[in-house]
């Protein structure tokens, strides 16, 4: 093109700008809503000098002025509210395309922002207005307004609106009239059809078909699409649908559907790979991922008799046994009635009637006597007592063995916690330190296995869970008669792990999505979903009422439950037989001395 062609469009540009109207524009559009940057395009071919001193003096902001060579990223340097003004020196696009491409990279994750197309151009061009919108709705440039030259004449503008189809529309100019010269274009989408893709498993995603044979989407994820399509009046399609409408596609194809630009988002939680998180909405979900262990088992019936006597209670009443025993034999002794020195340590008839036997009172027995012989009563039933007490509780609600306090004692049980390779590559990826706990893991390849491994509740198991699964499972072990896990919480490899919707990050639908997600966590109504994930997965087919509990029946006590009494039995036995042979021999060996003693003062006298 001639350089006196591009020098006169660049002369119409300027008194296109310069001109008191296109400031009254911006004053007005900063009266709506308030800007703080004004960004300036033009090609590098035009020569305004007093572009800028003039927009600068009238709206009192910064004015950033790029052509189409430079690229700056904007939004990783400002979260202020911008609008730009782009110079269009002729009617034709093509002489223009780096501009434009230029403008995207400039309005990364800010193409909802405003933007003024300034066209030198007499007379309004269908043409190139549908050609110019076509272009911005193509590089997800939403709010834009189109002025030509004689729009001081004209009194008009252009816009346009993609939703449902694309729509060129034009508007009276009048700067007293308050409607908005931008609209808020996404609080109702018309109808439109918004492509997307579905992934992810049950409970966040629940799909199934009702009666009518039509599908129905549930769980977190579903609930969302839902209320997303209600609120602003749109409507999902899938064009990447599988045959089975009930298959969804992995998340990491998910998320290169959207990156490829073939669906605008999915309807798949995925956390981000990387961080910033760009190509992710705000997260949806923040996700704990921990153990959930058996609960604890019952202590065989065998060791009921061990834990009644404590160590700690068995000394304590040993003690107490000793004290009386002293007592008593003080007192008796301090009476006149003879006693022995083995009494202080241990009385017979203290022990005697402890254990509930009956004694022999000593005949005459002083009054004090008699309150140390109360005593030992009272300390007989207060013992007996406890001792039922605590043994009818063992029978009728047995206790636990004692849990698990850290990553070592599940490592030296035989408990083995199940993990899907990935995640499990994932975990020892990320944390360099538990890798001696490698043997602590059972490795399962498949998902499928794995899914099914976890849902059967085999308590020989322990498994690698997020907070929101356990939601679901804390509601199913309502149904049981007892519980079978529980989350441990102090055994987490992450907290607060962010999971969000990729959608591509120059998205007109970013920020609806973002909107709708902090609406839906200020009202709970995605913790409500959460919750409400058991109910659906059993409307769904999914799960059922089914108590995998094992029953509690009626056990008869059994000749090894008393291992430790017969222990306890044969032990007391030999040793009193070992006592027994002991006093023999000592009375064996005493008659004979006492008869050579008598043999030989016979004999010598």
Same mark, same amino acid.
């Given at each position: 093109?001639?350089?006196?062609?591009?020098?006169?469009?660049?002369?119409?540009?300027?008194?296109?700008v310069?001109?008191?109207?296109?400031?009254?524009?911006?004053?007005?559009?900063?009266?709506?809503?308030?800007f703080?940057?004004?960004?300036?395009?033009?090609?590098?071919?035009?020569?305004?000098?007093?572009?800028?001193?003039?927009?600068?003096a009238?709206?009192?902001?910064?004015?950033?002025?790029?052509?189409?060579?430079?690229?700056?990223?904007?939004?990783?340097?400002?979260?202020?509210?911008?609008?730009?003004?782009?110079?269009?020196?002729?009617?034709?696009l093509?002489?223009?395309?780096?501009?434009?491409n230029?403008?995207?990279?400039?309005?990364?994750?800010?193409t909802?922002?405003?933007?003024?197309?300034?066209?030198p151009?007499?007379?309004?061009?269908?043409?190139?207005?549908?050609?110019?919108?076509s272009?911005?709705?193509?590089?997800?440039?939403?709010?834009?307004?189109?002025l030509?030259?004689?729009?001081?004449?004209t009194?008009?503008?252009?816009?346009?609106?993609?939703?449902?189809?694309?729509?060129?529309?034009e508007?009276?100019?009048?700067?007293?009239?308050?409607?908005?010269?931008?609209?808020?274009?996404?609080?109702?989408?018309?109808?439109?059809?918004?492509?997307?893709i579905?992934?992810g498993?049950?409970?966040?995603?629940?799909?199934?078909?009702?009666?009518?044979?039509q599908?129905?989407?549930?769980?977190?994820?579903g609930h969302?699409?839902?209320?997303?399509?209600?609120?602003?009046?749109?409507?999902?399609?899938?064009?990447?649908?599988?045959?089975?409408?009930?298959a969804?596609?992995?998340?990491?194809?998910t998320?290169?559907?959207?990156?490829?630009?073939?669906?605008?988002?999915?309807?798949?939680?995925?956390?981000?790979?990387?961080?910033?998180?760009?190509?992710?909405?705000y997260?949806?979900?923040?996700l704990?991922?921990?153990?959930?262990?058996?609960?604890?088992?019952? $202590?065989?019936?065998?060791?009921?008799? %061990?834990? #009644?006597?404590?160590?700690?209670?068995?000394?304590?009443? =040993? !003690? &107490? +046994?000793?004290?009386?025993?002293?007592?008593?034999t003080t007192?008796?002794?301090?009476?006149?009635?003879?006693?022995?020195?083995?009494?202080?340590l241990?009385?017979?008839?203290c022990?005697?009637?402890?254990?509930?036997?009956?004694? $022999?009172?000593?005949?005459?027995?002083? %009054?004090? #006597?008699?309150?140390?012989?109360?005593?030992?009563?009272? =300390? !007989? &039933? +207060?013992?007996?007592?406890?001792?039922?007490?605590?043994?009818?509780?063992?029978?009728?609600?047995?206790?636990?063995?004692?849990?698990?306090?850290s990553?070592?004692?599940?490592?030296a049980?035989?408990?083995?916690?199940?993990?899907?390779?990935?995640?499990?590559?994932?975990?020892?990826?990320?944390?360099?330190?538990?890798?001696?706990?490698?043997?602590?893991?059972?490795?399962?390849?498949?998902?499928?296995?794995?899914?099914?491994?976890?849902?059967?509740?085999?308590?020989?198991?322990g498994?690698?869970?997020?907070?929101?699964?356990?939601?679901?499972?804390?509601?199913?072990?309502?149904?049981?008669?007892?519980?079978?896990?529980?989350?441990?919480?102090?055994?987490?490899?992450?907290?607060?792990?962010?999971?969000?919707?990729?959608?591509?990050e120059?998205?007109?639908?970013?920020?609806?999505?973002?909107?709708?997600?902090?609406?839906?966590?200020?009202?709970?109504?995605?913790?409500?979903?959460?919750?409400?994930?058991?109910?659906?997965?059993?409307?769904?087919?999914?799960?059922?009422?089914?108590?995998?509990?094992?029953?509690?029946?009626?056990?008869?006590?059994?000749?090894?439950?008393?291992?430790?009494?017969?222990?306890?039995f044969?032990?007391?036995?030999v040793?009193?037989?070992?006592v027994w042979?002991?006093?023999?021999?000592?009375?064996?060996l005493?008659?004979?001395?006492s008869?050579?003693?008598?043999?030989?003062?016979?004999?010598?006298?």
């Amino acid at each position: 093109m001639d350089c006196p062609k591009w020098i006169l469009h660049g002369l119409c540009l300027i008194s296109l700008v310069g001109g008191s109207e296109v400031i009254q524009l911006l004053v007005r559009v900063k009266q709506e809503l308030d800007f703080d940057y004004l960004l300036v395009m033009r090609n590098r071919n035009y020569s305004a000098p007093d572009v800028v001193e003039d927009l600068m003096a009238e709206l009192s902001v910064p004015v950033l002025q790029l052509d189409e060579g430079v690229s700056y990223f904007i939004h990783n340097n400002t979260d202020c509210r911008l609008v730009s003004l782009v110079f269009l020196g002729n009617g034709i696009l093509e002489d223009h395309r780096g501009l434009l491409n230029a403008l995207v990279l400039n309005l990364r994750h800010m193409t909802t922002s405003r933007v003024i197309f300034l066209i030198p151009k007499e007379v309004a061009n269908e043409g190139i207005l549908n050609e110019l919108f076509s272009a911005c709705w193509k590089m997800r440039i939403l709010n834009v307004i189109a002025l030509f030259a004689d729009h001081e004449a004209t009194k008009t503008y252009y816009t346009y609106s993609p939703f449902p189809n694309l729509q060129v529309e034009e508007h009276p100019y009048d700067l007293e009239d308050p409607k908005p010269f931008f609209p808020d274009r996404l609080r109702n989408l018309h109808g439109f059809h918004l492509p997307m893709i579905i992934g992810g498993t049950s409970p966040r995603i629940i799909a199934y078909k009702n009666k009518k044979d039509q599908v129905v989407y549930e769980g977190t994820v579903g609930h969302f699409m839902m209320a997303f399509q209600q609120k602003y009046n749109c409507t999902f399609v899938q064009p990447l649908l599988a045959k089975d409408p009930l298959a969804f596609a992995p998340s990491m194809q998910t998320v290169m559907a959207v990156r490829n630009n073939s669906v605008e988002m999915s309807m798949s939680l995925t956390f981000p790979p990387v961080f910033p998180p760009f190509g992710f909405s705000y997260p949806y979900e923040q996700l704990n991922w921990c153990l959930m262990m058996p609960v604890e088992a019952d $202590v065989p019936p065998l060791e009921y008799y %061990t834990r #009644v006597f404590e160590l700690s209670a068995f000394l304590l009443t =040993l !003690g &107490i +046994l000793v004290i009386i025993s002293c007592l008593l034999t003080t007192t008796l002794r301090l009476h006149g009635y003879p006693t022995a020195s083995s009494e202080f340590l241990l009385h017979d008839t203290c022990l005697r009637g402890v254990l509930g036997q009956s004694f $022999v009172e000593v005949m005459r027995t002083p %009054t004090l #006597v008699r309150g140390i012989y109360l005593k030992i009563c009272v =300390l !007989g &039933i +207060l013992i007996t007592a406890w001792y039922n007490s605590y043994f009818s509780s063992y029978v009728t609600s047995a206790p636990k063995q004692p849990p698990f306090r850290s990553y070592d004692d599940i490592l030296a049980s035989q408990i083995k916690v199940v993990a899907w390779k990935p995640e499990y590559a994932e975990l020892f990826g990320r944390l360099l330190e538990f890798r001696k706990y490698e043997p602590m893991f059972f490795i399962e390849p498949d998902f499928r296995q794995y899914l099914a491994r976890r849902d059967s509740m085999d308590t020989r198991f322990g498994y690698m869970i997020t907070n929101g699964r356990w939601l679901v499972i804390k509601e199913q072990q309502k149904v049981f008669s007892r519980p079978l896990f529980r989350l441990r919480e102090d055994f987490c490899f992450f907290n607060n792990v962010p999971f969000g919707f990729p959608i591509h990050e120059n998205s007109v639908f970013m920020e609806p999505v973002q909107r709708l997600i902090m609406e839906l966590a200020e009202t709970g109504l995605s913790y409500h979903w959460m919750t409400t994930g058991f109910s659906e997965l059993i409307e769904s087919g999914e799960m059922h009422f089914l108590d995998l509990s094992p029953h509690r029946e009626f056990r008869a006590m059994q000749l090894q439950d008393l291992q430790y009494v017969w222990y306890g039995f044969a032990f007391m036995a030999v040793f009193s037989s070992f006592v027994w042979i002991l006093e023999v021999l000592y009375f064996s060996l005493q008659s004979k001395q006492s008869f050579f003693k008598r043999f030989i003062s016979q004999k010598y006298i």
